[in-house]
C-alpha cells in the first residue's frame, strides 16, 4: 500500500494621456500574455460576477469551443468579474477581450479594475456592441488607472444603463504583455557579496513511499547515483504530513498493521552514503515526546549517525495534518508539548538542533483559540495566529528552539478542476517571496521572543510549484524554472536551508491539464523523479544548480531590468564566477547586455544551457545524453557582453578570472557615505603588494594579501587635502 501523497492544501488568501481603443482583430504578440478566459477561466481567476452567466455554453463562440453568455437588467448595473490572487501587473499594457451582441446589439459596456488600492476609474467603450458579430476591444491598463499596479486582482465588464439589456457575449480575455526591450541590462556586482553558500541548500525530501529507494543494493545504488548527479548534500525524513503519524520503530502508521516502503534504516543506508546533512521530522500529531527522543537515542547513541537537525511535527498549524491532541492545530498546546519535546530529546543528545513549525503572518492559522492570546511589545497589537501565540509560549516556558522551520507552496489544485487554478507566468514571477518571509518571520522572533532569539535560525524544508492535485506544470519545464529561481532568490535571504519536495513522490492525473498551460507529459508528479529514474525537468534544474554553487561560495548582488529575465551570480571558493540566467516566458527570445562589475573574465566562459530543445528530447524519447544539460564555449570580448536567451530557458556561464599582472586598481565607494575603497584585481592566489605615495617617487607598502579568488577591496583611510595621495599596486610571486 504505497498512496501518492503530497502536503495537504495550504490557506488561500482572503477573498492620461491619449487612450487607446481598438475595434479590430489584434496580431500576435511575441511574447506570452495572460489569459483570462480560453474557453474557460484560466491562469487562477474566478468567476466572481453578478450577473446571469454561462462560462461554458457553446453556441456563440469566437474561437474554440466555448464561449461566456451573460444576460442582465442594464438598469441594475450587472457585470462579469475576473478575480485572482493579487498579481504584478507592470508586465502587461492592455486588456483584450472580444464581445458580441447578441441578435439585438445594443449594450453599452464600461471596464473597470481593482487592486489593494481599489478599483480605479471606469472606461466607458465608445461603441456599442454589435449585433451579430464579434468584435475585439482593447483597452489599455493605463485608461483603468492600474498600469503601473502590482497587486491586480480584478477585472469587472459591466452592463451601463444607457445601452440595451439582454444577452451578450465575451470570448478571448486575456491582458497582452508589454514589448520586449531590445536590450535588458543585467548587471553582477561581483565585489558585493551578498552571504555565504549553505550546505543545506541542497536539499530534496525521501518518503516512506517510495517504491525505489533502497530496498535493495540495485535501488540504493541507482538512488545513491541519481542523488549524486543532482548534487544534493541535504536529505529529510520520513515525508511530509505522514510524518504525523508515523512510528519509526515500526515503520507504520497510526495502527496499520503493514510497513512502508522505506524504512529509516533504508534511508539512512542512502543517507549515510551520500555523507548528507540529514533533518528528521518526528511525530508530533499522535507522538509522544519519549518516543522522539527513543528516535534520537536510536539514531545518534546506538546507531552513531550523528543526525544533527530536528523537526517537531509538520506543518502542525493546518487542518490537513493527522492531530490528535485534545486540542488539534492549537498553537499553544504545541508549544507546550515541544517545549517537553526539546527536553527530553536534548537529554538523549545536547549537541542536536531542535527546530519548531511556524508561518509568516501574525494573524495566520489562529484556528479558531482566543484563550493565550499574543500581544506584540512594539505594536501594543493583540494577536492569535500561530507563531505568535507559539514564540509567546515558548518564551514563557524559557525555551528557546534552534530553528523555525517554513514550508512555501504558490499555488494549491483542487481535484479535477473545473478551471485551471494555476499558472505558468505568474507563477515564475511569484519567487520574490523569500525576502517577505524571512522578514516577517524574524520580525515576529523579535517581537514575540526577543533579543534572546537572534540565535534561533530560519530553515525551508519543503518547497514546489503546486501544494495539491498535480497536473502538467508539474512535470514540465516551468517547474524546473520555478526551482531555480526559487532557491536563487532564497539564497540572497538568510534562510539557510532549502529542502525540495521531493525525490520520488508518485504519478497524479487529477491536476491541471489545461491547453494554456506548458508542457507535453500526460501525468503531473511531484517528484523529481518518476518510478525507478526517469528524470523530470527540475533534475536538471537541481543539477545545473550545484555547477552555480556549492557550501563557503559567495551569493553576490544581481539586477535584471526586466523580472521576467532573471540573474543570479555567485563567487566561487576557487575564484571563478558564475552567472545564472532564466528567461522565465515562454514564447519570447529575450537579448540581455551582463554587465560583470569588479571582475575581469578571461577571453573564454564555459555556457551550460537547460531548455526547450532537452525537454523535446525527453519527449521523443532521445538519448539520456541528449536530454542533459550542453556545455560550450563562449568568447568573450570583456566584461560587458551580450547574449540572446530563448524562451524558458537556463543559462550558467562559468568565468575564469582574467591573469593580471600588473594588477588592475579602482576607486570606488559602496554607500553614499561610506567610506572610500580600492578594488585591487590581480592573479589569484598571487601576493598583492599595495603601496602607497605623495609624490610618485617614493612609496611605501601598506598592506600585503593573497586572496585566492585574485580580488581585494582596502578601505582607503582618511586623508587631510594636502598632500595628494597615489596608490599603487603589485604582484609578487
Not at 487529477?510 to 508542457?519: H, W
Amino acid at each position: 500500500m504505497t498512496p501518492t501523497e503530497s502536503p495537504r492544501p495550504r490557506s488561500r488568501p482572503q477573498k492620461l494621456g491619449a487612450l487607446l481603443l481598438a475595434l479590430w482583430p489584434v496580431a500576435l504578440v511575441a511574447q506570452t500574455p495572460l489569459d483570462i478566459y480560453t474557453d474557460r477561466l484560466v491562469n487562477g481567476f474566478e468567476d466572481w460576477s453578478w450577473i446571469d452567466r454561462d462560462l461554458l455554453q457553446t453556441n456563440v463562440v469566437a474561437s474554440g469551443s466555448a464561449a461566456i453568455r451573460a444576460t442582465g437588467n442594464a438598469s441594475q448595473w450587472p457585470a462579469l468579474s475576473f478575480r485572482r490572487e493579487p498579481f504584478n501587473a507592470r508586465l502587461y499594457q492592455s486588456l483584450v477581450f472580444r464581445a458580441h451582441g447578441g441578435t439585438t446589439g445594443g449594450q453599452r459596456l464600461q471596464v473597470s479594475a481593482q487592486d489593494a488600492s481599489g478599483t480605479g476609474p471606469a472606461y466607458i467603450l465608445p461603441v456599442p456592441l454589435p449585433a451579430n458579430q464579434w468584435r475585439t476591444f482593447v483597452v489599455p491598463l493605463e485608461a483603468l488607472g492600474k498600469a503601473d499596479s502590482t497587486t491586480l486582482e480584478r477585472i469587472n465588464l459591466q452592463l451601463r444603463p444607457n445601452g440595451t439589456s439582454g444577452t451578450f457575449y465575451v470570448d478571448e480575455v486575456r491582458l497582452d504583455p508589454r514589448p520586449v526591450p531590445e536590450i535588458v541590462q543585467l548587471t553582477v556586482r561581483a565585489d558585493r557579496s551578498l552571504r555565504t553558500a549553505d550546505n543545506r541548500w541542497f536539499g530534496v525530501n525521501a518518503v516512506i513511499w517510495d517504491n525505489d529507494f533502497a530496498d535493495n543494493a540495485t535501488e540504493r545504488n541507482r538512488t545513491l547515483g541519481l542523488l549524486r548527479e543532482m548534487g544534493i548534500t541535504t536529505l529529510r525524513f520520513p515525508g511530509g504530513s505522514l510524518s504525523d503519524e508515523y512510528h519509526w520503530e515500526s515503520n507504520r502508521s497510526r495502527t496499520n498493521t503493514w510497513q512502508w516502503n522505506t524504512s529509516f534504516e533504508e534511508f539512512m543506508s542512502v543517507a549515510t552514503n551520500l555523507n548528507a546533512e540529514i533533518f528528521i521530522t518526528v511525530n508530533y500529531g499522535s507522538g509522544t515526546p519519549e518516543e522522539a527522543a527513543a528516535w534520537v537515542r536510536y539514531a545518534n547513541l546506538t546507531r552513531g549517525y550523528r543526525i544533527r537537525y530536528w523537526e517537531i511535527g509538520n506543518e502542525c498549524y493546518g487542518p490537513w495534518e493527522y492531530d490528535t491532541n485534545a486540542r488539534p492545530h492549537d498553537a499553544y498546546t504545541y508549544a507546550v508539548r515541544a517545549a517537553e519535546y526539546i527536553r527530553q530529546m536534548k537529554a538523549v543528545d545536547p549537541t542536536i538542533r531542535i527546530g519548531v513549525v511556524a508561518v509568516p503572518g501574525e494573524d495566520r492559522y489562529d484556528n479558531g483559540y482566543r484563550d493565550h492570546p499574543a500581544v506584540n511589545p512594539r505594536t501594543g497589537q493583540t494577536h492569535y495566529g500561530w507563531t505568535p501565540r507559539m514564540l509567546t509560549t515558548l518564551r514563557s516556558l524559557g525555551v528557546r528552539p534552534d530553528f523555525l522551520i517554513h514550508h512555501h507552496y504558490p499555488q494549491w489544485t483542487p481535484e479535477n478542476p473545473v478551471h485551471s487554478p494555476v499558472s505558468d507566468p505568474l507563477v515564475l514571477q511569484s519567487t520574490d517571496n523569500w525576502a517577505r518571509d524571512a522578514a516577517d518571520l524574524r520580525q515576529q522572533i523579535r517581537d514575540y521572543f526577543g533579543p534572546d532569539g537572534e540565535a534561533i535560525e530560519l530553515v525551508v524544508t519543503e518547497n514546489n510549484i503546486d501544494a495539491g492535485a498535480q497536473g502538467r506544470q508539474s512535470t514540465s519545464l516551468v517547474n524546473a524554472l520555478y526551482y531555480a529561481d526559487s532557491l536563487g532568490q532564497l539564497m540572497r535571504t538568510e534562510f539557510n536551508a532549502f529542502v525540495w519536495w521531493d525525490l520520488r513522490n508518485g504519478t497524479d492525473r487529477s491536476g491541471s491539464f489545461d491547453p494554456t498551460l506548458y508542457g507535453w507529459r500526460d501525468y503531473g508528479d511531484l517528484g523529481i523523479i518518476n518510478g525507478p529514474s526517469t528524470r523530470h525537468p527540475v533534475f536538471y534544474a537541481v543539477k545545473l544548480m550545484s555547477l552555480f554553487a556549492r557550501a563557503g561560495d559567495a551569493i553576490l548582488e544581481t539586477t535584471s531590468e526586466d523580472p521576467r529575465l532573471a540573474v543570479h551570480a555567485a563567487r566561487r571558493t576557487n575564484g571563478t564566477l558564475t552567472v545564472l540566467v532564466l528567461n522565465k516566458d515562454s514564447r519570447a527570445h529575450f537579448t540581455g547586455q551582463i554587465s560583470l562589475q569588479g571582475f575581469l573574465p578571461q577571453p573564454a566562459a564555459t555556457l551550460h544551457f537547460y531548455g526547450i530543445p532537452q525537454d523535446e528530447a525527453a519527449r521523443t524519447n532521445a538519448p539520456l545524453a541528449n536530454q542533459d544539460i550542453t556545455a560550450s564555449t563562449l568568447t568573450l570580448p570583456g566584461p560587458v557582453f551580450t547574449h540572446t536567451f530563448p524562451p524558458l530557458s537556463l543559462t550558467l556561464f562559468t568565468f575564469n578570472p582574467a591573469n593580471l599582472d600588473p594588477p588592475v586598481l579602482r576607486l570606488h565607494r559602496p554607500g553614499l557615505s561610506g567610506p572610500w575603497q580600492l578594488e585591487i584585481q590581480g592573479t589569484p592566489g598571487a601576493a598583492l603588494v599595495l603601496e602607497t605615495s605623495t609624490n610618485l617617487v617614493t612609496w611605501t607598502a601598506l598592506a600585503t594579501n593573497r586572496p585566492a579568488a585574485g580580488l581585494w577591496n582596502f578601505e582607503v583611510p582618511p586623508e587631510p587635502a594636502q598632500p595628494a595621495r597615489y596608490w599603487r599596486a603589485r604582484a609578487e610571486p
